[in-house]
Each structure stands twice: as C-alpha cells, then as structure tokens.
C-alpha cells in the first residue's frame, strides 16, 4: 500500500507517521506501506510559493488554488479521475484521490476498511477557509471528513487514515485478530457470523477488558471473565457491548442488524434488569 500525502506543511508528518503500527509497517512489516509526503509549494510558480488566494464573490479567509493541486497530483502519474470513478463502478480501482474536507463522507471503520483494499491512496490536506471546488469536482474522486468539527487543516485528518487503514493491512498488526475484535468492526466485514467469546463487535463498541491482577484497588475483575466458562464470557461480553453501545453511541443500535439474542438482552438492559 503506498499512501501520498499533499500538503503545505511536510514537517507536521516526521512525528506523527514515526511510531507505533504506522513505523513498523513502514520499517520492520518488510515495507508493508509505503508514505510519501508532497510540499505543495514545490508546484507553485511565482516567487512568493503561493497555494492561496481570496475567494470570488468575497468572504473571509483564503482557499487553496487548483493550479498546483491540479499539477501536484498529476505528477504522481495517477490516472485520469474519469477513470478512476469507471474503474470504481466495475471495483477494478485500485488508487483513490481524497480530499480531506469538512463537507466530506464521514470516516468510519467501513471506509478505512474500503480504502485497505486498494494499493494507492492520494491524501490532499485541505487548509483555511477550504479548497477551489473545481479541486473536487475534477480532481478528487471523494472527499472524507473525520467528524463532525472543523480543524485548521487536513494534516491531522490523513495521518488518522493512514494509521486506521494500515491496522487493516495483512501483517500490520501483530495478531491478526485484533482488528476482528474492535469496535466497530462488522461481522460481514471480517468474516464471522457473529462475535464469539473473544473476538468481534458485530458492529457494536467493544465490551470491557479486564487484566491482572483480578483485585485492584478495591475494583475486580468480574468472576464470570475468570471461570472459564466460554459460553458464559461471551453473553457477558455482548451484553456489556450492548450496554456501553447504547450509553454512549444508541446511533449504532439503529444501524447494526441486532440478532434475536441481541434484542432479549437489549430489552433487559432498558428494564435495568
């Protein structure tokens, strides 16, 4: 997988892309991913390197210009986005432009695991008061957001994708179920039924993680967790996923396909039983 990043900040990407999964997939996963970080001013053409410029029609704040955006990316030999939006259509593509906006799709584990199984993503960091919506229209093939906030730039957006979507890369992580079992990942899409006694949300948050030592600081581990009983661990583990899910995200009560299991122990929940 090689990610290239388009910003006007290249610095802000030596920490941030230099630890944990992201660094061994870089230097130890035998080159897993590979990362290249592009400073926009490079393809400006007046001495002043200038990216931006005011918008037509007034307003406050500047917007990224399409011309080096445009030459950037063009560069990089990245086909044509007429034909990355028909080879998307017939799922023969195989890289991807972004444009990192606060207009865009809302990032979630479905799309980091879309984007896992392409070979090329291209990140444009969006900065200011926005980017020239010809950028969008004929550049991008999709733009993300990664919530519901506005950040001063896209920088902080794609080095969130490049970490979520290299956890999903066979060989990223060092047990490959680790994925399987976080939150938000679903049955359908990490090949399961369902969640079993140790690993899998079904789409749900996770359920609680307990480790030695079993008593701490007048807190313990619950006894179901300890006596072995598999059946047992994994209607407790369900059950706390539902709980947390519908204290703290009831929004993905309403998307996840419940079973008839996960209802019984929902209604039982809400009669706080």
């Given at each position: 997988?090689?990610?290239?990043?388009?910003t006007?900040?290249p610095?802000?990407?030596?920490?941030p892309?230099?630890?944990?999964?992201?660094?061994?997939a870089?230097?130890?996963?035998?080159?897993?991913?590979?990362?290249?970080?592009?400073?926009?001013r490079n393809f400006?053409?007046?001495?002043?390197?200038?990216?931006?410029?005011?918008?037509?029609?007034g307003?406050?704040?500047?917007?990224?210009?399409?011309?080096?955006?445009?030459?950037?990316?063009?560069s990089l030999?990245?086909a044509?986005?007429?034909?990355?939006?028909a080879h998307?259509?017939?799922?023969?593509?195989?890289?991807?432009?972004?444009l990192l906006s606060?207009q865009?799709?809302?990032?979630t584990?479905?799309?980091?695991?879309e984007?896992?199984q392409?070979e090329?993503?291209?990140?444009?960091c969006?900065?200011y008061e926005?980017?020239?919506?010809?950028?969008?229209e004929?550049?991008?093939?999709r733009?993300?957001?990664?919530?519901?906030?506005?950040l001063?730039?896209?920088?902080l957006g794609?080095?969130?994708?490049?970490?979520?979507?290299?956890?999903?890369?066979?060989?990223?992580l060092?047990n490959?179920a680790?994925?399987?079992q976080?939150s938000?990942?679903?049955?359908?899409?990490i090949?399961?039924?369902g969640?079993?006694?140790?690993c899998g949300?079904?789409?749900l948050?996770d359920?609680?993680?307990?480790?030695?030592p079993a008593e701490?600081r007048?807190?313990?581990?619950?006894?179901?967790?300890?006596?072995?009983n598999?059946?047992?661990i994994?209607?407790?583990r369900?059950?706390?996923a539902?709980?947390?899910?519908?204290?703290?995200?009831?929004?993905?009560?309403?998307?996840?396909?419940?079973?008839?299991e996960?209802r019984?122990?929902?209604a039982?929940?809400?009669k706080?039983?």
């Amino acid at each position: 997988m090689k990610f290239e990043i388009v910003t006007i900040f290249p610095d802000f990407f030596r920490g941030p892309l230099d630890f944990g999964i992201v660094r061994r997939a870089r230097h130890e996963a035998s080159g897993l991913i590979e990362i290249s970080v592009h400073d926009l001013r490079n393809f400006t053409r007046d001495k002043h390197r200038t990216v931006d410029d005011r918008p037509f029609g007034g307003g406050e704040g500047m917007v990224l210009k399409p011309e080096p955006l445009f030459e950037c990316v063009e560069s990089l030999g990245i086909a044509p986005r007429s034909e990355r939006i028909a080879h998307a259509g017939r799922k023969m593509a195989k890289e991807s432009v972004i444009l990192l906006s606060p207009q865009g799709e809302m990032f979630t584990q479905a799309v980091a695991q879309e984007l896992a199984q392409l070979e090329r993503i291209v990140l444009i960091c969006g900065r200011y008061e926005g980017v020239d919506e010809r950028v969008s229209e004929g550049l991008a093939d999709r733009e993300i957001s990664i919530g519901d906030y506005v950040l001063s730039g896209g920088e902080l957006g794609a080095a969130v994708i490049v970490d979520a979507v290299t956890r999903l890369l066979p060989g990223a992580l060092g047990n490959e179920a680790s994925a399987q079992q976080e939150s938000f990942t679903a049955a359908q899409k990490i090949g399961h039924d369902g969640p079993d006694s140790t690993c899998g949300s079904g789409g749900l948050l996770d359920y609680p993680h307990y480790t030695r030592p079993a008593e701490f600081r007048g807190m313990s581990a619950p006894e179901v967790l300890i006596g072995g009983n598999h059946e047992q661990i994994r209607k407790w583990r369900r059950r706390k996923a539902l709980e947390k899910t519908l204290r703290n995200r009831p929004d993905l009560l309403a998307r996840e396909g419940l079973s008839e299991e996960d209802r019984k122990l929902l209604a039982e929940i809400q009669k706080g039983n």
